[in-house]
Structures are given as structure tokens and as C-alpha cells.
């Protein structure tokens, strides 16, 4: 099969035999692909290295064959976006979280559209833990793994505003002690519901129940950009 | 395919270098069997002892076959400046092209999660280490200038600030001889942004 001028961001790149790159491309038709494009580390190739680039939005066109794809051409169908300091970092988080959960040519309409749309918000706000929120809960949506965050676990009430909750994976908002552990207030998980802000110390709640979530969907494991994010909060 | 299973062994050894496919390490193995075995036993004896005595210099972490390679130990080296380069072959380069008289610290990779690449991979902590005992002044940020590399060089310049050293970036821009015409869209922007006062 042949795709062309499929609208795609490259995720990762990693050396491939002598010349080539591997890149793993998430495309807005095919969900994630593996791509080979050779030749593009040569000194005067076709499509420059350059333009391989994580956060760029392209236009590919691919020959699709079996596991892997092959890179025919790339173009770039806009400005590059400078993702810089913390956001550059936020970025690459983004990246490992969609290749650690997504699976190649799994195509899930909707989740290119919540990673483009993301991007930009990197970019243009310093509210880079709430940009991260919204995109987990769009690709956890898109995965079929949606959180239920406007009810009850259980009983499906509506959430009480002023109630405490914590999130437990797969059932929702079980009421829980005030301030313990990861508690969070109903009206966060509302405001998460409806694509508003939610409090700043809800925000904080969000982000370790969301980690929780995340761990659990990657069967245990661990993000390695974690450790990278944690490093460069904690000399702030 | 070959009678001789030891030369067929010293075919498939040679494939592990980059480059080299089967054509060219049966070629190799051929011009060293027929003609420059003297020098094939001088190639395997150095390869021996390289790979066997060469590791990894405890200060900067670049190729030594002591604890302290000669540039850190060496006193002709300005101990005020620290350039922090991806990998070996950045530290030659940069020691062939400019005139850099400080010393090095290679961080063998690069900030990136899906490699596995994190801070104790690229030896931060002992990063951190050095810039705490005083000496340094500035520290000198050679990454690449891929997302990957600046990723790298924002974490590195956050270490710098907390120890009290001053970071700097290499300039990245318009290649020397280069027109303005053929330059891609992403240097271009870059080289605009960061325009210097003549």
C-alpha cells in the first residue's frame, strides 16, 4: 500500500545500517509506523537528516509492506516548532509515552489531531504540566482506556464538588480521606472532564494519578522520562 | 563455503565493523592471509591490547587506558573551562578544528528516554562532582544540535547554573560559504534568532 503526503510527526530516530535511520512516525491515518528511510546520513542525501526531526510537522509519502515502512519522500508542511528548555523536554516525554502505548499500525483516529495540538501548546504556554494533562487524557481516551472522571466509581453519582477522591485504575473516583496520599477534589477531575485548569495543587494530584494510570496501561513499568522531568524540577 | 573454518571465522569477525559487509571482510581476511601477514599479527596483537586495556578515564570519560587520561591529567590544560561533548569523535573534532586549551567531559550519548539514554547513563553524577569542587568557570555545551542534543543541553546548563558555573552554547548558523538560498528552513530561523551586533 502507498501513502502519500500522509500528514505525520517523526517520534524517534535511531541509526539504521550504514546510512539509514529507523524512525518511528506517528501518521494521522496509520496510527504509528515503523519507517525505514535510507540514505538520509549521507552527506548530500535526498531528504536531509534535518528534516527527520522529532516535532516537525511533515508530509510523508510511504510504501507500506509488511512490519516496516519505507520512506519514499518527506516534506516539511510547516514551521518547524521550537520546542526549547522544559518544553523540550515535555516533548520528548510525549514522545516515549505515545511509542511505549501506542502499537505500530494501530491507527486511532483522533490521537494525531491530540498530538498536534499539543505541540503548539508546548510552545506557546508555560503551563507545561497542564498541556501534558490534556494530551494524556486525549490518548488514554483514544486507547480505549478512557478515565471516568464526572462520576462515582461503582455507584455513578455525580462527583461532589468539595469531595475528596482518589483514582483508582480501571473502576474511577473512589471517595477517600481529605489529603491523603494522592487525593484529589472532585472539582479537579470535573475541570480535567471539561478542558478547564483545574487548581494548581490539583494539578500536582493530577500528574501522580495520572502516572499511576500510565504505569498501570504499560504493565508496571516505568517511563524513562521520568526520571529525566524529575531531575530538572527538583534544581528549580 | 570456505575450507577452513578458521579463515571462515576471521570473515564473519571482520563484519563487525562499520563499513564492512561480507564482500569487503572476505577481501580484507584474503589481503591479509596472502600477502602482509607481519602486519595482520601486528593488527591482532594491537586489537588485543586495545581491547583488553582501553576503558574509560574517571574524570572525563573518554577512551584511556589509565584512570586519568593524559588531558585531564595534563598540566598544560586550562582547568578553568569544561567542553561537554556527546562522544569521542566530537571531542577529536573539536580538538582538530579549533584551538580549545581546557579540558572535556564526554557524556557518551545523549538525553534520550526511548534509548534508554537518562541523567546516570551519561554519568551526571560525576558531572556534578566536578563542577562542585571549585575549579570550573564555565562549561562549554558542544551537544548536537538535534532535539535530542538541546533536550541535553537545557538539562546540562540547569546542572551548571545550581554549581555556580557559567554555561555556554556553541553556535549553530549558516555554514562558512554557504547561501542564504540553500540553507534549511530550521538553521535559517536559528541563525537569524541568534544574530550577533557587528
Known sequence: MRLDQQPAYVLHARPYRETSLLLECLTRDQGRL?????????????????????????ALDLLLRGELATLVAAESSGAPLRLTGDAGLAGLYLNELVVRLTGRQDPY???????ARTLPRLVETAELGWSLRRFERDLLEQLGYGLQLDAEADSGEPLDTAGWYRYEVER??????????????GEDLLA??????PSTQGLAALRMTMREVIRFYLG????????????????? | MSSSPLLAELIEA??????VGGKSAQRMAFHLLERDRERGLRLAAALDAAMRRVGHCSRCRNFSEEPVCALCAGSGRDRHVLCVVESPTDLAAIEQATGYRGQYFVL???????????PEELGLGLLTQRLTEGEIEEMIIATNPTVEG??????????????????????????????????????????????QVL
Open chain 1, 192 to 197: 480535567l472532564a471539561e478542558d478547564r485548569r
Open chain 2, 150 to 195: 538541546e533536550a541535553t543541553a537545557h538539562y546540562l546548563a540547569q546542572l551548571a547554573r545550581a554549581g555556580g558555573v557559567k554555561p555556554t552554547r556553541l553556535a549553530h548558523g549558516v555554514p562558512l560559504g554557504g547561501e542564504l538560498e540553500y540553507v534549511d528552513r530550521g538553521t535559517l530561523a536559528h541563525a537569524f534568532g541568534s544574530r
Open chain 1, 109 to 115: 483516529p483522533g490521537l494525531f489531531d491530540a498530538y
Open chain 1, 172 to 185: 474511577g473516583p473512589v471517595r477517600c480521606p481529605p489529603g491523603r496520599g494522592h487525593a484529589l477534589r
Open chain 2, 14 to 19: 571482520l563484519r563487525c565493523l562499520p563499513g
Open chain 1, 34 to 58: 515503523g519507517v525505514v528511510a535510507r540514505g538520509v546520513r549521507r552527506e548530500r542525501a535526498r531528504t536531509p537528516r534535518s528534516q527527520l526531526e522529532p516535532f516537525q510537522p511533515l
Open chain 2, 108 to 118: 557518551l550519548g545523549r538525553l534520550s528516554p526511548l534509548d534508554g539514554m537518562g
Open chain 1, 220 to 236: 508496571g513499568g516505568e517511563l524513562r522520562a521520568w526520571r529525566v522531568l524529575a531531575g530538572a524540577m527538583t534544581r528549580r
